[in-house]
């Protein structure tokens, strides 16, 4: 689940240019993930559908999914990176 503040829109967002234009590799990326079970078939339409896009040259692509529509849904966790002060003082 996803730590929503707000509920956004439904909405079914058609993939990006990318994506379309490599269908057998996100056909192909698909069905490894449902095969790790990493993603599963759902048979009820969600409410919001993002679009898949493919990411990276022809050697070598990946397969993104594009979240900006819900990403401002999306309660903002505060976090701090630690530097190499902070690791000092732990170690010695």
Excluded: W
Excluded at 4 to 13: A, G, I, M, Q
Excluded at 48 to 70: E, F, Q, W, Y
């Amino acid at each position: 689940m996803l730590p929503l503040k707000t509920l956004p829109e439904n909405v079914l967002l058609d993939n990006n240019r990318s994506a379309k234009e490599n269908k057998s590799f996100v056909t192909d990326e698909i069905e490894k993930l449902l095969s790790k079970g990493c993603i599963s078939e759902v048979f009820v339409k969600p409410k919001v559908v993002n679009p898949l896009t493919v990411a990276g040259n022809k050697s070598k692509l990946r397969l993104v999914l594009d979240c900006r529509h819900i990403n401002p849904h999306l309660y903002q966790f505060r976090y701090k990176y630690e530097d190499a002060t902070v690791g000092k003082k732990i170690v010695f």
